[in-house]
């Protein structure tokens, strides 16, 4: 079950993006595993995607469609990644553009594909030719909640965020749906999310602010260190909103946007570690004093330590793992200084000045990793500058999890 998370019951419609699922049967039987969505003629959509070297086929063709227009659909299953799949796996990722394409009327390169689930297996084309009339036909605004529950693997619960803001006088949505659990380790993207605004932003400044949001969000949690080769988020702009168009990055309205954004894809990329497989903690790690990408390089070190994560769900406040882990990270001793380093866990401080406080009680780091939520605090030098990371902890379900995934 999830750590301190529900199923997402409720989202906001975004004008100028209708949605529809169905049950394809492409691996699960008897629940919605295939998502379309359509966007309104004139949207801009921002888009990254997974820095694997193995990028599945369905990543490979939305990048190619991409370069070439502006998207009009998203086509999403789960149950089945494509990848690994060669010169096949391509063709089928494209044949299911196709297939789209016919049914609402566009090009081809105006559908981009997307999948998850199992590596290596090819996929069941003749149900996404049945399943895509159907899908095409079925479209509604208000379909969020059934999108975040057809995109599962083997999340515990959909994952949704709506947010609103007010810029001039008018009220902007922003909607998004994400799934993930296991094999989260983004790398400029994330496992799956598709967002939404109808607020009017030229696509520069859309990529600009989705790629920036992602870095601070996204690209800061870790369940198991794994990168995806299926990983993609996108986000489209339909401008449905009555304002004027946002194209300058110095307009106070872009600063709100920009800031609705990663309000959005933290709160997104939280769930996915608060669902993580075999999860019972949620734990945020956040590093201080060094340049950001120390400090980050840090948070990372201690977040990816099996020894941290097994302790955490033990609930052993076994310290000495998370010193060993800054010790270990991988930056320049110059961006360290051992004499500064103090680490407190849910503001029990545990070590001062690279050493164990004089005044420290077991009793008190035990009352501290007893919680659910956890906080580690450390600093490494004398700077102000702090990086965050969102991770979970290692427990027996993780390992029957993944060890019985293909059964």
């Given amino acids: 079950m999830a750590v301190g998370l529900d199923s997402v019951s409720q989202l906001l419609a975004v004008?100028?993006?209708?949605l529809a699922t169905c049950a394809a049967g492409i691996r699960y039987a008897d629940r919605d595993d295939l998502v379309l969505i359509v966007l309104d003629e004139g949207s801009n959509t921002a888009l990254v995607q997974t820095q694997?070297?193995?990028s599945a086929a369905p990543v490979q063709?939305?990048?190619r469609h991409y370069k070439i227009t502006q998207p009009r659909a998203l086509l999403i299953?789960?149950?089945n990644a494509n990848a690994g799949t060669g010169q096949q796996g391509l063709d089928d990722a494209l044949q299911c553009s196709a297939l789209v394409a016919a049914e609402l009327g566009l090009l081809p390169e105006q559908v981009l594909p997307f999948s998850t689930g199992v590596i290596g297996e090819h996929l069941l084309i003749e149900r996404f030719s049945i399943a895509v009339p159907s899908l095409a036909t079925d479209l509604s605004k208000d379909r969020w909640v059934e999108a975040?529950?057809?995109i599962m693997t083997t999340d515990t619960v959909a994952k949704g965020e709506s947010i609103q803001l007010q810029i001039d006088g008018e009220l902007v949505t922003l909607t998004g749906v994400v799934k993930g659990s296991g094999m989260i380790h983004p790398d400029m993207a994330t496992m799956l999310a598709f967002i939404g605004t109808d607020a009017p932003v030229a696509h520069s400044l859309l990529q600009q602010s989705l790629e920036f949001a992602v870095d601070r969000s996204f690209n800061c949690i870790t369940v198991d260190g794994d990168t995806s080769t299926n990983d993609a988020c996108s986000l489209t702009a339909t401008g449905r909103c009555d304002i004027s168009i946002i194209?300058?990055?110095a307009d106070p309205r872009f600063k709100k946007f920009q800031a609705a954004l990663y309000e959005l894809t933290q709160a997104l990329a939280k769930s996915v570690v608060r669902d993580a497989e075999g999860a019972t903690k949620?734990?945020?790690i956040n590093v201080l004093g060094g340049h950001y990408d120390a400090c980050k390089s840090v948070a990372n070190t201690i977040a990816l330590s099996p020894l941290v994560?097994?302790?955490?769900?033990?609930s052993d406040p076994n310290w000495g793992r998370i010193l060993a882990a800054i010790g270990r990270a991988p930056i320049s001793s110059d961006e360290i200084n051992m004499q500064e380093v103090s680490i407190s866990i849910n503001g029990v401080s545990i070590v001062r000045a690279g050493e164990l406080v004089s005044d420290y009680q077991e009793s008190d780091g035990q009352t501290a990793f007893n919680q659910v939520d956890l906080r580690i605090d450390v600093r490494i030098a004398s700077g102000d500058q702090v990086a965050t990371v969102w991770t979970s902890d290692f427990s027996h379900d993780y390992v029957s999890i993944n060890a019985d995934y293909r059964s």
């Fill in 61 to 63: 063709i939305a990048a």
């Fill in 15 to 18: 004008d100028g993006l209708q």
């Fill in 148 to 150: 975040a529950n057809a």
């Fill in 309 to 314: 994560k097994t302790a955490i769900f033990a």
């Fill in 52 to 54: 694997n070297r193995f």
């Fill in 77 to 79: 299953n789960a149950g």
């Fill in 282 to 284: 949620f734990v945020e």
């Fill in 247 to 249: 194209e300058d990055s």
